[in-house]
């Protein structure tokens, strides 16, 4: 018992920087839209555009880099320190090549707006908008890269502080570049593009500067000169288009869950709202535990110590059900608290809004620990290199369960039903996949114990 303990101790002390980086970056976020609605109600519509494309955009992008951290993590199991220099090289070219991608994407917003029936004038913003980020875009992939190395190497504190760093200087510069402060030019809502493009530049060169400059981490040879290996790109590759599947097609499948609730009405939509807010923190709460354990079972897969594997899951499990218990327990039995914070619960006209926001609640207390459940299962799965089963599972749960159980079930409950459909789909797959996990890792081990 001491050692699961001692386990989850190591598990929280990587992935508590993890969450705080995540909450870092929803903040960013935040703070950015916010920065735009300041030019105007015109504006604030572009930002809910410039918020869910960036959004769908780097998610795309990025999930083709996250491999990195994992096979890093299994090339410091297996004790081969060069091949993660390897593996960050190949990373910094598999960077380049996306960015030219994305930043192809932003520059072309427009006529992708026009093509998708937006207002000509919100395109124009939002157009503009990209086309500045655009600037920015290969050093936010390259810095993505250093950050999976310092994960990989369970060094996440150093990470947090980059990202806040980050935060204070997007803020502060964005706001000069708005408004015209502090003898900056007042760029309006591109001023905000322009300061992360500009952060982007200048953290990418402190963390080349910090890596470079590290004893600790010049063992790894990241910066040794190597030819590349199309052996690292196809697995970075094989590894990162499921995952970018799976992510676009759960994306896409909370949106149609909104889009569902909006036929029902403001009552419902407003409801789901409240939901989806409420359900923001514990997600990057689980993301950073699901980070850490990918991490941590891809070393013991490298060490081929499968207790350790198995260990390193039941941790992650623990720790999620443990904090996503937590959490429903206040939706179930302090649930005005929560809606309050968005709605005045006191004001006659509310009432029908607060109380399905609480049954909504009551649901949503349920989906996050069994969605949870298949988060953490998802990462270890990947940490042993399984990708394209949590792919699969991730489609058949949201669209091929899911989405026709809402269906059914809306016609009879409404938006309530909705959500059951939903808890269902979600149910399912994390049912499904913590079997494949204890299908697999007996699978490896029986193979090694063979070989």
């Not at 109600?41 to 990025?62: D, N, P, T």
């Not at 070219?93 to 520059?107: D, F, H, Q």
């Not at 359900?279 to 709460?285: L, T, V």
Request: proline share 4%.
């Amino acid at each position: 018992m001491s050692e699961f303990f001692k386990a989850c101790q190591k598990t929280v002390f990587i992935a508590m920087p993890m969450v705080a980086t995540n909450l870092i970056s929803a903040l960013m976020g935040i703070i950015s839209m916010f920065l735009v609605s300041l030019m105007g109600h015109e504006a604030l519509a572009a930002g809910a555009l410039i918020s869910s494309s960036y959004s769908f955009i780097m998610m795309i992008g990025i999930s083709f880099l996250i491999p990195v951290s994992i096979m890093i993590g299994q090339s410091r199991g297996a004790g081969n320190l060069p091949e993660i220099g390897r593996w960050v090289q190949h990373g910094f070219i598999l960077a380049m090549l996306l960015g030219c991608v994305l930043s192809t994407i932003m520059l072309n917003m427009y006529p992708l707006l026009i093509f998708f029936r937006q207002p000509p004038e919100i395109a124009k913003i939002v157009a503009g908008y990209f086309h500045a980020l655009s600037f920015g875009i290969f050093p936010i992939m390259l810095a993505t890269i250093l950050n999976q190395f310092l994960n990989g190497i369970l060094k996440p504190k150093m990470v947090t502080l980059f990202s806040l760093i980050s935060l204070l200087g997007n803020t502060l510069l964005g706001f000069a570049l708005v408004k015209g402060k502090w003898f900056l030019p007042a760029l309006g809502v591109e001023g905000v593009a322009y300061a992360i493009a500009f952060m982007s530049w200048l953290m990418l060169f402190v963390l080349f500067i910090y890596i470079a400059r590290t004893n600790e981490f010049k063992k790894f040879q990241i910066f040794s000169l190597l030819l590349p290996s199309k052996n690292y790109f196809k697995k970075l590759l094989n590894m990162g288009w499921p995952m970018s599947v799976q992510y676009g097609v759960e994306l896409l499948a909370f949106t149609m869950i909104t889009y569902l609730m909006g036929t029902l009405g403001p009552v419902a939509l407003g409801a789901q709202q409240i939901t989806l807010q409420c359900a923001m923190i514990p997600i990057m709460i689980v993301v950073g535990i699901s980070q850490a354990t990918s991490i941590l079972v891809g070393q013991a897969f490298g060490q081929r110590n499968f207790n350790q594997i198995m260990q390193q899951f039941h941790v992650g499990l623990f720790l999620v059900v443990l904090t996503m218990l937590t959490i429903s327990e206040c939706y179930w039995h302090r649930p005005d608290f929560f809606i309050s914070i968005f709605l005045d619960i006191h004001n006659p006209v509310n009432q029908s809004i607060k109380e399905l926001s609480v049954i909504l609640l009551s649901i949503l207390a349920f989906t996050q620990i069994f969605d949870g459940i298949r988060n953490v299962t998802t990462s270890a799965l990947r940490g042993l290199g399984d990708m394209r089963f949590p792919m699969m599972m991730g489609v058949l749960s949201c669209w091929v369960i899911a989405m026709p159980i809402s269906l059914l079930c809306m016609l009879k409950w409404g938006a309530v039903g909705i959500r059951i459909g939903f808890l269902i789909g979600i149910l399912t797959g994390a049912i499904v996949l913590v079997t494949r996990f204890y299908q697999i890792n007996s699978l490896k081990e029986q193979c090694i114990i063979e070989a």
